[in-house]
């Protein structure tokens, strides 16, 4: 057991010492994405009537909107390895099962992600001092939320890759499904404004990961009111854990003849 766990964190290892080379760009990245954000949405929005605090509901927002624009470019390396040199059938041959090798691939990736997205509350709350209401803040809710939402965009982005045949297909990803996760997940809205509209509208939003990964991230740190239940969020986006990975490292399996 102790060999298997070993050889598992060695994998997820490989992942983050080949993403420590970029760390520092993907932080310039980051500041530059949170700046823009806050000039925007709360010194220029609210000319046009929104309220001067959207700007801390929409960098809240940003966090599973960049680690879901983070897992994408991951699912188009892994399917850029399966169909040329298979790099990854070296992780197969290792003395570890191979559902595990895979998935250790994925929490990986969340590790990688996790790096550097952790910096946006933060940063975000130096840039908007008073403009950010921290007074709710629960650290254990967002840790568990942060982290779900990282695992979850993890296997994700293995499942996304286990869909594509070759990199013919690849261009599909951001119009049919970044898009839509994205504009419909809740970075300019609560779920709350979507079913107050229309409840089937609401009811169907459930089933996108981006909208409970939001609605789990903000009501961690604005307070419950006005979002879904906490654990219901947090659950549902284990249910979406269980899913991704499971047919994901199923499909992956398959596509590589893994015994």
């Given at each position: 057991?102790?060999?298997?766990?070993?050889?598992?964190?060695?994998?997820?290892?490989?992942?983050?010492?080949?993403?420590?080379?970029?760390?520092?760009?993907?932080?310039?990245?980051?500041?530059?994405?949170?700046?823009?954000?806050?000039?925007?949405?709360?010194?220029?929005?609210?000319?046009?009537?929104?309220?001067?605090?959207?700007?801390?509901?929409?960098?809240?927002?940003?966090?599973p909107a960049i680690s879901l624009f983070e897992a994408i470019p991951r699912t188009t390396t892994l399917v850029m390895d399966m169909t040329g040199n298979r790099k990854i059938s070296y992780i197969l041959t290792l003395p570890i099962p191979s559902s595990m090798s895979i998935a250790a691939i994925s929490f990986g990736w969340a590790c990688c992600s996790f790096l550097y997205t952790i910096f946006i509350l933060p940063v975000a709350k130096i840039i908007l001092f008073n403009k950010f209401d921290l007074s709710n803040l629960s650290i254990f809710k967002f840790l568990i939320?942060?982290?779900?939402?990282?695992?979850?965009?993890?296997?994700?982005?293995?499942?996304?890759?286990?869909?594509?045949?070759?990199?013919?297909?690849?261009?599909?990803?951001?119009?049919?499904?970044?898009?839509?996760?994205f504009m419909l997940g809740g970075f300019f809205y609560n779920w709350?404004?979507?079913?107050?509209?229309?409840?089937?509208?609401?009811?169907?939003?459930?089933f996108n990961p981006l909208i409970l990964a939001s609605e789990a991230i903000r009501a961690s740190v604005l307070g419950q009111s006005g979002y879904l239940p906490f654990w219901i969020s947090v659950l549902s986006l284990w249910f979406f854990?269980?899913?991704?990975?499971?047919?994901?490292?199923?499909?992956?399996?398959?596509r590589l003849d893994c015994v």
């Open positions: 057991m102790k060999d298997l766990i070993y050889i598992f964190w060695q994998i997820i290892f490989r992942e983050i010492v080949g993403f420590k080379k970029v760390l520092a760009s993907k932080i310039i990245d980051l500041l530059i994405m949170i700046f823009t954000n806050v000039l925007v949405f709360t010194y220029l929005m609210p000319y046009f009537g929104l309220k001067s605090n959207y700007g801390a509901f929409i960098v809240l927002g940003l966090i939320s942060f982290i779900s939402i990282q695992i979850m965009l993890g296997f994700f982005a293995l499942f996304l890759a286990s869909l594509i045949k070759d990199m013919r297909y690849i261009t599909w990803i951001w119009a049919r499904i970044v898009n839509p996760l709350q404004a979507v079913y107050s509209i229309s409840h089937v509208a609401g009811i169907i939003n459930l854990i269980f899913i991704f990975s499971t047919l994901g490292i199923m499909k992956i399996k398959k």
